[in-house]
């Protein structure tokens, strides 16, 4: 009996310790789902820039397209691309043959309306001293004939008659243009040998512009005309030749309605391009457009031209390239800065962050916020420290005292 007593507490006891393992075993699993595992990052003094990034070709500052209002023969080009030019210096000659043949067709033209005016002038002029002389004559013969009507020596038939030939050469005699008895040209012939004269002007102004000439100082950086070809025969239809000023170069950006609020004039922008590698160009927010624009004709989106004038560039910047302008449109110095997913918003709109305490339990903390970039937000408030290890993907699920487990990769970190 005593063995089998024996054998039964053996058993008891067993079962016992079985059942203490596996209470020991659930207590220890539901302690470890209810850690939090916390990635931390040390809170820190820095300066922080919110940035808008744009993108848009570099160009020269100045620009002209040179073109030409004549249509001649190129005889001459005087320039290539890459040559540096003064403004009004000669880039291409034009035939100027066919101009100067219209000119003297002109001159001849001019000449010829001009000595048939003056021997219309001269017949007018006998034609109106005749008249006049034929209206004397009528006025005395109606003076004559009036007494004698009055008399009763002619009818009234014969005197009417009389008068009517004084209406008609008084008519004849206005019907020419003259003033003091010298006669002039109507206004419409006048007219025409003005027109005429103009016309010659403008020709002989046109001489000059055989010169293709570039309106600015600046850079050959396209030349699209070949000697033999017409001015206006380009290739593509392009301008003759493209000047730029590439001392200084620009560049004319997009931005959204949305972002425009926070560009001003003054803002640095710093110019990053492939062909500059880890250099940079710097710049400055020149002009801001007054009106919007539509941003393309698939999109309704509205944007706001800008322009930024680089004033300082590394010597392999060259205008054509496309470039990525970041404008500094904020910045906030020497304060605290999390990155933004760190902090959490209660229903009253209050935000907190969550600091892991040396005993691998959290703590909550009031914050308020300033400067928003795309990567961090400053925040102040009362407790904040240096070096505070900051719960960087906090959830709702955080509450004051709670453990938390330091996640491997901070782990190694430190």
Known sequence: MKKIFTRKKIVILLIVLAAVIVVFNMLNNSKTEDVFVANVAPLEKKTIEQIISVKAPLEGIEKADVVSALNYEIIDIKVKEGDIVKKDQVLAVLDSEELEKQIKTEENQIELTYLQQQEKLKSLQLEYDKAVLELENVKDSYESNKALFENDIITEENFKKIETSLVEARKNVEGYNAVNGKVSLSSAEEKQLEIQRQ???????????????????????????????????????????????????????????????????????????????????????????????QKDSNNMERVIPVLIDIVKKPDTLIAGVIASAKINVD????????????????????????????????????????????????????????????VVNPDNTLTDGMAASLNEENKEDK
Do not use: C
């Open 199 to 293: 016309q010659l002007e403008e020709k002989k102004e046109d001489l000059d512009k055989i010169y293709i000439k570039s309106p600015i100082d600046g850079t050959v950086t396209r030349v699209n005309v070949n000697i033999g070809r017409y001015a206006k025969d380009t290739e593509d239809e392009k301008a003759m030749f493209v000047v730029e000023n590439l001392q200084n170069l620009q560049m004319k950006v997009s931005i959204s309605e949305f972002d425009i609020g926070k560009i001003k004039n003054g803002q640095t922008v710093k110019v990053y391009s492939d062909i500059l590698g880890n250099e940079f160009a710097e710049g400055t927010v020149a002009r801001i457009s007054p009106t919007a624009e």
């Open 331 to 390: 910045k906030s110095e020497n304060v605290f800065a999390v990155p933004a997913g760190a902090i959490l918003q209660d229903e009253n709109e209050n935000h907190k962050i969550f600091i892991l305490n040396d005993d691998k339990t959290v703590k909550s903390v009031a914050v308020e916020i300033g400067l928003e970039t795309d990567l961090e937000t400053e925040i102040w408030g009362e407790g904040l420290q240096e070096g505070m290890n900051v």
